[in-house]
């Protein structure tokens, strides 16, 4: 049962252009929800999140959307560069009443970012 | 600031064979986790720590173990190693459970 659903595996953009990912998720009792953006031999790392209190939350070229009534969130990236070329992984928790282990992730959108 | 760091980087093991990464986090952190990542699978939770001397079962704990002796320790076993636990390993912390997660830069382990 995957609670958090990235439905596209890749993902290619033209350079300058608006890069849409998208993030869907079943459990409604998730109010936080994080962005992960992962290069080839690195970790993950933060990029940004947004709580269920808010419907959009903005950073430089980042800015998450989440629609609660539709269980939906995106990341959008504009422009796009050549340094966006990653795989993106989408991450919900529930604050209140959720596990210690608190996080549950998507399975990841490779996004290229093409010149 | 190394933050997250992991040891070792790469190895290889025999089918049977015992070995243990380390993880090593300087930020003070609470909470550690230990990820395995496969292809199409993303990030699975294999065990996690709420503080020194607790562990905790994540998502895929079967032939794992794992300790956290130190606070800024966590290390993760592999009794007898099997080709299915063939993966890339990521370990991470926060400081509380909700927080952004800081990971390493994973161990490549392939068991032959």
């Known amino acids: 049962d995957q609670q958090v659903k990235q439905n596209s595996p890749s993902l290619s953009v033209q350079e300058g252009r608006i890069s849409i990912l998208n993030c869907d998720y079943t459990n409604s009792m998730f109010d936080y929800f994080l962005w992960y953006k992962k290069y080839p031999a690195e970790g993950p790392t933060f990029l940004i999140s947004?709580?269920?209190?808010?419907d959009k939350n903005e950073d430089g070229r980042f800015t998450v959307f989440l629609n609660k009534s539709a269980k939906h969130l995106s990341l959008h990236i504009v422009p796009s560069q050549p340094g966006d070329s990653a795989v993106y992984f989408c991450?919900?928790?529930?604050?209140?009443?959720?596990?210690?282990?608190?996080?549950?992730f998507g399975k990841g959108t490779h996004l290229i970012i093409q010149p | 600031n190394a933050g997250v760091t992991q040891t070792p980087k790469f190895r290889v093991l025999k089918t049977g064979q015992s070995m243990t990464l380390l993880c090593a986090q300087d930020?003070?952190?609470?909470?550690m986790y230990w990820y395995r990542q496969d292809p199409g699978m993303g990030l699975r939770l294999i065990h996690y720590s709420v503080g020194e001397g607790t562990t905790a079962k994540g998502e895929v704990p079967d032939g794992y173990n794992v300790s956290r002796l130190k606070k800024q320790n966590f290390l993760l076993g592999l009794e007898s190693a099997a080709p299915s636990q063939t993966s890339v390993y990521f370990c991470?912390?926060?400081?509380?459970?909700?927080?952004?997660?800081?990971f390493g830069d994973g161990t490549r382990l392939s068991i032959l």
């Open positions: 991450a919900a928790s529930e604050v209140v009443g959720g596990g210690a282990d608190g996080l549950t």
């Open positions: 947004i709580s269920s209190i808010k």
């Open positions: 930020m003070n952190h609470e909470y």
């Open positions: 991470a912390s926060s400081y509380r459970k909700f927080r952004a997660r800081h």
